[in-house]
């Protein structure tokens, strides 16, 4: 099966600009994650979507960041302005219904540097 | 709240060798899975292995063992025969909150370094 999808791979932007990130997860998982993860640390959760409603995004920054998820597929983070602590890498994730017990398969993230 | 601590933030093995990498974890949830991820220098994270924390055995992989510890609240990774394609950055994770889409909580990784 084809993995998930993220573009783009890397990208680089002044602070203020906006900036979007699509994913695409593996076909028939219900459950996407938003984790962005800063240099020597581990993943924080962003934003969780389960088919298309927001089940979690209590660490997401909202007066910057916004993330969408329509039909229940294919999903988009944006940050607009950035700042140059956004510098990270935005990993999205998937699992098939969330179960606790499932692990989750990840994209190969984007590596985001703001100057 | 729940917390993953992985105190060693480097590690170093000969190839062929056997090594650990510690994970402790705090919830007061009895309900709970914990879970292994590789992310080699090319930044996809891999999951490796699960523990739930009603198995009564410690969960296997091929070559990577879970030395799960309840009372303790540990969670090690256990590698055997070392390869050199295990160089990478292993993270712990922790998932509880079974009644909904549960997140999961990461440590800040184990930097593995196999030696030629």
């Known amino acids: 099966e084809a993995g998930v999808a993220q573009s783009p791979r890397y990208k680089i932007i002044e602070k203020r600009q906006s900036v979007a990130f699509w994913c695409n997860p593996i076909?028939?998982?219900?459950?996407l994650y938003w984790y962005q993860q800063i240099l020597g640390q581990g993943p924080k959760l962003l934003i969780q979507?389960?088919?298309?409603?927001?089940?979690?995004d209590s660490q997401l920054p909202k007066d910057r960041f916004s993330a969408e998820r329509l039909k229940g597929v294919d999903s988009t983070l944006k940050i607009q302005p950035a700042k140059l602590e956004d510098s990270a890498v935005y990993l999205c994730?998937?699992?098939?219904?969330?179960?606790?017990?499932?692990?989750?398969?990840f994209g190969s993230g984007t590596r985001l540097t703001v100057v | 709240a729940q917390k993953i601590t992985q105190t060693q933030p480097g590690m170093f093995v000969q190839e062929k060798e056997a090594v650990t990498l510690d994970c402790t974890y705090d919830?007061?949830?009895?309900?709970?899975?914990l879970f292994w991820y590789k992310q080699p220098s090319s930044g996809e994270m891999i999951f490796l292995i699960y523990?739930?924390?009603?198995?009564?055995q410690n969960a296997t992989e091929g070559r990577y063992s879970l030395n799960f510890q309840k009372a303790r609240k540990s969670a090690n990774l256990v590698i055997s025969a070392s390869q050199l394609g295990d160089s990478a950055m292993y993270f712990c994770?922790?998932?509880?909150?079974?009644?909904?889409?549960?997140?999961?909580?990461f440590g800040d990784g184990t930097t593995l370094t196999v030696k030629p």
């Open positions: 919830t007061s949830d009895p309900s709970y899975g």
């Open positions: 979507f389960q088919n298309n409603g927001v089940v979690d």
């Open positions: 523990q739930g924390s009603y198995d009564q």
């Open positions: 076909s028939g998982h219900a459950t």
């Open positions: 994730a998937s699992s098939y219904q969330g179960g606790f017990f499932e692990g989750y398969t």
């Open positions: 994770a922790m998932r509880v909150d079974n009644t909904n889409a549960g997140k999961s909580t």
